[in-house]
């Protein structure tokens, strides 16, 4: 579990470097490969009915490698993840409004496989860190699924009793505990589920050799606990270490500590431990992101600008905030380098913006 440290931190200082304008349509989700340590300067977005693939160059611009178009005209993608196949090959997972899940193959640039299964669009999919052949979705039918890249197939399905009561937004794999995701959306909870006992579908999943549609999928219906840390739709979550940080459309981000008790399922208490501001921040479907070490989080408003958290400072330590005069549209997401020396953010305005750090080659240029 991280330490939240009383340590001096140090503002960072970063420069706007480049603006790409993608297309008209908005971008919902960004996203760098920190699957893969050979692509690390390579990141995705998602926007209409297509996935972009770029390279940040190291003189601060941004090139395209490739664009996946969807066969589906009407599709908005509101989502994306990397993943790996078995043997390696660098995989996009995109989804959005059509409830069709898409596997891009970046290394061939075509489909690789489409997964059905939700009834409704899916708001977000992320890949288990430990396992990047697994990854879960997050869908406006309530449930989570649980789905092996390389076979096909859906493993688990997060939904039932103890299920969400409305629309899924974010779910997030627990970086060391393979067995555990959080869950939050629009019925105001976080929901902690555990996978333990059903593990032995999992390992099923990767040496099944029938049919997709025969594999046993099971429904996971009670979460190990469901918290209500906020007063309205719970639309980003994401694990640090044991602790949650989680947002709401009520300008911050709560860190907050999850007490399950073992014996009762649904039981247990949390405990808040810090909450992060961000001004202007009450329309729903913004997302934030971290660096690969989770020290810095950035987030973005609905006015433009970024706020660059040191996260696991106590006080937390805003590091600083980006703006430019260009940019004045709601960001959807942003995404933080692997080092944390690039912050990317995308929006409603179809444009990707890059800030380098100015101690960085990039932003002397």
């Not at 973005?300 to 703006?323: D, F, H, M």
């Amino acid at each position: 579990s991280p330490n939240l440290s009383r340590r001096a931190c140090r503002s960072r200082e970063y420069k706007l470097c480049s603006k790409h304008t993608e297309g008209k349509r908005p971008l919902y989700a960004i996203g760098f490969n920190f699957i893969d340590a050979r692509y690390y300067d390579v990141f995705a977005t998602v926007g209409g009915n297509r996935v972009t693939t770029y390279r940040g160059l190291p003189d601060g611009n941004l090139a395209v490698l490739q664009a996946y178009i969807d066969a589906d005209d009407a599709q908005s993608f509101y989502t994306l993840s990397w993943a790996c196949d078995l043997d390696g090959t660098p995989l996009l997972v995109a989804a959005g409004s059509n409830a069709v899940i898409r596997v891009i193959n970046c290394a061939t640039e075509k489909l690789f496989k489409s997964f059905l299964g939700h009834g409704d669009s899916i708001n977000e999919i992320r890949t288990q860190p430990l396992k990047p052949s697994l990854f879960i979705s997050a869908s406006k039918d309530e449930s989570v699924r649980l789905w092996n890249v390389h076979t096909g197939i859906c493993i688990l399905i997060f939904a039932g009793g103890g299920g969400h009561r409305n629309e899924v937004l974010s779910v997030d794999f627990h970086p060391s505990d393979i067995y555990r995701i959080a869950s939050c959306g629009m019925d105001n909870t976080v929901k902690i589920w555990s996978m333990k006992e059903f593990w032995p579908y999992v390992e099923k999943s990767f040496t099944w050799t029938d049919l997709p549609s025969k594999f046993p999928t099971k429904f996971v219906q009670f979460p190990l606990m469901t918290s209500v840390v906020h007063s309205n739709y719970v639309d980003c979550t994401r694990w640090l270490g044991d602790f949650i940080l989680s947002k709401s459309v009520d300008n911050e981000i709560v860190l907050w500590e999850p007490k399950i008790k073992e014996q009762g399922p649904g039981e247990g208490s949390i405990d808040v431990l810090q909450k992060y501001p961000v001004p202007d921040c009450d329309i729903w479907f913004i997302k934030f992101s971290c660096d690969f070490h989770f020290n810095q989080l950035a987030i973005g408003n609905r006015e433009g600008k970024i706020y660059v958290w040191e996260v696991q400072a106590s006080p937390p330590v805003l590091i600083t905030r980006l703006s430019s005069p260009q940019c004045k549209m709601p960001i959807r997401q942003t995404a933080v380098s692997f080092d944390g020396s690039t912050i990317l953010a995308c929006g409603e305005d179809g444009s990707i913006y890059r800030w380098d750090e100015v101690e960085h080659q990039a932003a002397k240029n």
